[in-house]
Nanobody, 117 residues
Framework: QVQLVESGGGLVQTGGSLRLSCVVS????????CGWFRQAPGKQRELVAAISGGGSINYADSVKGRATISRDNAKNTVYLQMNSLKPEDTAVYYCNAVLDGTLRIYWGQGTEVTVSS
């Protein structure tokens, strides 16, 4: 059974940094495309950053210059480095992944990030 498990969230002060990790397990397939999304209280889930199957990277305007998405194929892990955090970055962060050889999008359960002012 494929599982995505996020970690690295927590409470951080404005201006701080966090590195979120998402480990994909339960499969022999590699990650094809992947991304990080977030959902703040009372708001819709939104894209933060994504890596396409071809390797191109896309960031939401709100995090450009402050976020870096990366992946370690050997570890089947996706990362999101967030710097210069702002209170408006407070949300539950979710990763998703499409695996090679499948057409399914898998989601993790989320990790909560709270940025205090």
């Amino acid at each position: 059974q494929v599982q995505l498990v996020e970690s690295g969230g927590g409470l951080v002060q404005t201006g701080g940094s966090l590195r979120l990790s998402c480990v994909v397990s339960g499969t022999t397939f590699s990650i094809n495309a992947c991304g990080w999304f977030r959902q703040a209280p009372g708001k819709q889930r939104e894209l933060v950053a994504a890596i396409s199957g071809g390797g191109s990277i896309n960031y939401a305007d709100s995090v450009k210059g402050r976020a870096t998405i990366s992946r370690d194929n050997a570890k089947n892990t996706v990362y999101l480095q967030m710097n210069s955090l702002k209170p408006e970055d407070t949300a539950v962060y979710y990763c998703n992944a499409v695996l090679d050889g499948t057409l399914r999008i898998y989601w993790g359960q989320g990790t909560e990030v709270t940025v205090s002012s």
